[in-house]
């Protein structure tokens, strides 16, 4: 992972604000051939650029771009990253209040653990598990860990996802904004299209878990110690946390964007 990653821009906005600096003002065109960003891509990058303020635009036909300066794009990413921080500080905090009693108090009779990286064999064959047994509902939140790592990284669970789940389904599908900004156009198409699936975009719920059949939730763990991953999944059966789980699902659903 290069510094400009690591600061929060993603593979094509580095290369991108890579193909601008020392070049002068350049038409997008030019950005694409220059940086490798694809031409179907470059516009939507450009225009994040440039709403960060790290690009900065010069007439209208065509419109040029132009990079700031590295020292004032590191400084205004690093703002970016401290601001983060502190909303997920301040996120987590409101989730332990709603959750911290609840989730100590599942007793060990009643679910399981599961070890599960990210985008290892073993998170594969959970999400075959899990969403397999599924009769008739679920309700999927995604946030931390996902939020953190790269598309890539996590990809074969969301394969095992879209292979397992039957079209007769009921299933609903809360993304976290970072999550969607991460996934390719093609993923947003599908599941756009896809029978039997509602996905909308959030920004209230920064936790993950799944809700299956409202009899049985999974409940996601990052990793103490690696931003970005997954230490596992356990299984909760209780009734009472089930229903302050699916009661904080169903509200940021109401307060959540469609996908389109």
Request: glycine fraction near 8%; charged fraction near 30%.
């Amino acid at each position: 992972m290069s510094r400009l990653t690591a600061l929060g821009l993603s593979a094509y906005e580095e290369k991108a604000y890579r193909g601008l600096l020392g070049r002068g003002p350049l038409v997008a065109r030019d950005v694409s051939e220059t940086s490798g960003v694809p031409m179907g891509r470059v516009y939507d990058v450009l225009n994040g650029l440039v709403a960060r303020d790290l690009v900065t635009t010069r007439g209208d036909d065509p419109t040029r771009y132009a990079a700031v300066d590295p020292e004032t794009a590191a400084d205004r990413l690093l703002a970016e990253r401290t601001r983060e921080l502190d909303e997920r500080a301040a996120r987590y905090e409101r989730l332990a209040t709603e959750l911290g009693n609840e989730l100590t108090a599942v007793p060990p009779s009643g679910g399981q653990f599961w070890l599960a990286p990210l985008g290892s064999d073993a998170a594969v064959s959970l999400a075959r598990s899990v969403f397999g047994d599924a009769n008739e509902t679920v309700r999927s939140a995604m946030g931390e860990p996902y939020a953190g790592a790269p598309w890539e990284r996590y990809a074969p669970e969301i394969g095992a996802f879209d292979e397992t789940l039957p079209s007769d389904h009921d299933v609903r599908v809360l993304i976290d904004e970072r999550v969607l900004a991460d996934a390719p156009q093609e993923v947003r198409e599908r599941y756009r299209d896809r029978a039997g699936v509602d996905v909308r975009v959030t920004t209230e719920l920064t936790a993950t878990f799944d809700l299956v059949d409202e009899t049985r939730a999974y409940v996601h763990i990052p990793h103490p110690l690696d931003d970005g991953e997954r230490l596992g999944a356990v299984e909760v059966r209780d009734d009472d946390l089930l229903t302050r789980l699916s009661e904080l699902y169903e509200r940021a659903w109401e307060n959540a964007d469609s996908l389109d």
